[in-house]
């Protein structure tokens, strides 16, 4: 079952990543193009997910849409990995003054819920899509930093590690050899289950105004703009939050057959 699951996850997640490649050819019409005469236009034939209050195409804002989601994700896991296992490698090889002081920024960051932090790092920046990978890496680092450093406190007593420091290797060449390619597997799962987090995230902040600003299409926008019409139009808002769903689905399915792959212990 859980390697069935795990298929159903990768399946999905390719087809969004199709999806975001791909979206000037599979669009079916400009997601910017508006008709008026036919806003709040029910699904036909002719438009599969219906139009929204400016007459715009929502499957083709859908499509569009699924960049913003994946470029986000990707944005923000690829620097907060980046970053935190490079503080978190710092922390754990040197240890000392290095490692308390790292570690009291973390949990003042921690002390924080991340999206309010997130929320709160947007209102003084503004609105806009670097803002936002901007903010959420600010917050998504931390998990990253202390995974790699537990990773490194439990490996740096292995005698092949021992060896390597009797032998003469300095920090960069432990950090880079011997305690990040060994810690790869929990680093993995964490940025497979971020993702999904950040993609949230990035819709919560949409859906607030503070994310994409329109008329560029966002997963989250489109939910705030359809919220007035939930009774008369519910097709404006029942799309995007289905496919937001099945995407956050499918990167947690994902990581999930990762995680016990990776990490044979877990599926104990």
């Given at each position: 079952?859980k390697r ?41 034939a ?12 929502i ?6 849409g699924?960049?913003?989601?994946l ?13 935190g ?14 490692d308390?002081f ?9 002390a ?6 997130a929320i ?29 450093r ?18 003469g290797?300095?920090?960069a ?11 790869s597997?929990p ?21 607030l ?51 016990d792959?990776l990490?044979?212990?877990?599926a104990?």
């Amino acid at each position: 079952m859980k390697r069935l699951n795990f298929r159903i996850g990768l399946f999905l997640l390719f087809l969004f990543l199709l999806l975001a490649l791909f979206a000037p050819m599979l669009a079916p019409e400009d997601p910017y193009s508006q008709n008026l005469l036919f806003g709040l236009a029910p699904p036909d034939a002719g438009h599969l997910m219906g139009r929204d209050l400016l007459g715009r195409d929502i499957l083709s804002r859908i499509v569009y849409g699924s960049r913003i989601s994946l470029l986000v994700g990707l944005a923000v896991i690829s620097v907060s990995a980046s970053v935190g296992m490079i503080i978190g490698s710092v922390a754990g090889t040197i240890g000392g003054k290095v490692d308390e002081f790292i570690m009291r920024i973390i949990d003042i960051v921690l002390a924080f819920p991340g999206i309010l932090l997130a929320i709160s790092i947007m209102a003084v920046l503004g609105p806009g899509l670097f803002n936002v990978v901007f903010a959420l890496c600010l917050t998504g680092w931390v998990s990253f930093a202390r995974i790699t450093r537990g990773q490194i406190l439990t490996l740096r007593e292995r005698e092949y590690v021992l060896a390597a420091h009797a032998s003469g290797a300095g920090t960069a060449r432990l950090i880079f050899c011997h305690y990040l390619p060994n810690a790869s597997a929990p680093l993995i799962i964490e940025a497979a289950f971020g993702m999904a987090g950040v993609i949230v995230a990035e819709a919560g902040l949409s859906f607030l105004g503070l994310g994409v600003q329109p008329p560029q299409p966002s997963w989250g926008a489109m939910l705030n703009e359809g919220r007035p019409f939930l009774l008369i139009a519910p097709h404006l808002t029942t799309f995007p939050g289905l496919c937001l769903m099945l995407l956050v689905l499918a990167i947690n399915l994902t990581g999930d057959g990762l995680r016990d792959k990776l990490d044979p212990k877990s599926a104990l």
